[in-house]
């Protein structure tokens, strides 16, 4: 630079080499000052870490002392309760030897006997009072029981409780179907139904109603077979009769008679006014009309004119037409059915329905204009009738009991 100008390219090129090395200088300044500084900081790591171990164990020197002072105490404690111990059972023994060489001032006063039995228990007396706890606990559940449960038990309570008169009581059938029983003129449900048909006698001034629908509270009650029987035993008595099954949404006539409902009342309430081709002469002498194909609402076929129409035209053919119908509650078709009918005959089941449903369907029908002329107590069992006392009426008199007094 002394002998040329800055301008000069040889100048030039010895300032860019100075240049070059100025900054080779620096980068290996800044390498170095980054790698001692990285090592300064990996020795203060590792310091830190050694003094944190230096201080673990400071602590843990400091915490085996402690404890060896601790069980140092609990040793002094333990030899001391020892020689405690030890000269309390010293004693203890002299004590006790002592006790044994003193005199004896125990004399006997009375010699004690045998006892001939065990004062306790007392089996007798026991076995009284359990009898009389068991009656009075006996008769407290009995009690409990009869005034919690709200069925009709005995045919009396058609009348007490119901208010509906009773018309007859049907017993239940033992190891046979009620279709049997009823093809078995001498069983207790012909002479039943036969009771039933009786008293229907004597409901209106013209003897049993021309038409008459049967119904119940609830599916299952028997109205299904209390209908097929009435209708068969006025068959029985020489009458023209006609049963028809009404209950369009669950039909059951059909199987009492062994047909199908194909062809029946529905067909006639949506329009066929072929009578004779709806209905179905039986073996019994009955004529069935069955429910025919389930309509999708019943209760709409029920509502208009024909069912009215489909009576009037059966009347002059038959002396009675007998309507099964279905069950009160839940449903608008029964108090339908027995506002188009003479009289309604209400079906109860003995021991399976509340008396207070029960009311609640006699009012439905009540409030339907319904003639309810009474009730049949059905599925009765005399002997769960009020415990059983007196409550026959004479079901079965004169079968197989050859000996007995008449």
Known sequence: MVQFEPSYPAAKAVASQITQLDKSIAREEARISSSLASDYRASQVRQNGLQSRVDALKSSFLDLRRRSIQYTIYQREVDTNRQLYDGLLQRYKEIGIAGGVGTNNISIVDVADVPEKPSSPRLMLNLMLGVIAGIAIGSVVVLVLEQSDESITDPAELDQILGVPLI???????????????????????????????????????????????????????????????????????????????????PSVHALIGTTHLNGLSNYLTGNDDLDSLLVPTEQGLTVMTAGPIPPNAAELLTGDRLPLLIQSLLPRFDHVVIDSPPVMGLADAPLIGSRVEAVVFAVEAHGIRASLARTALGRLSSANAHVIGGILVKFDAQRAHFGYGYDYGYGYGHDHPARNR
């Open 168 to 250: 007859g009581s049907v017993p239940m059938t033992i190891g046979q179907t009620p279709l049997e029983a009823l093809n078995d003129r001498k069983s207790d449900l012909v002479d039943a139904y036969l009771a039933v048909q009786t008293n229907l006698e004597f409901s209106t001034d013209h003897g049993v109603p021309r038409s008459l629908s049967v119904t119940s509270t609830r599916p299952g009650e028997g109205k299904s077979t209390s209908a097929f029987a009435l209708a068969l035993m006025l068959a029985r008595s020489r009458k023209k009769v006609v049963l028809i099954d009404g209950d369009m949404r669950s």
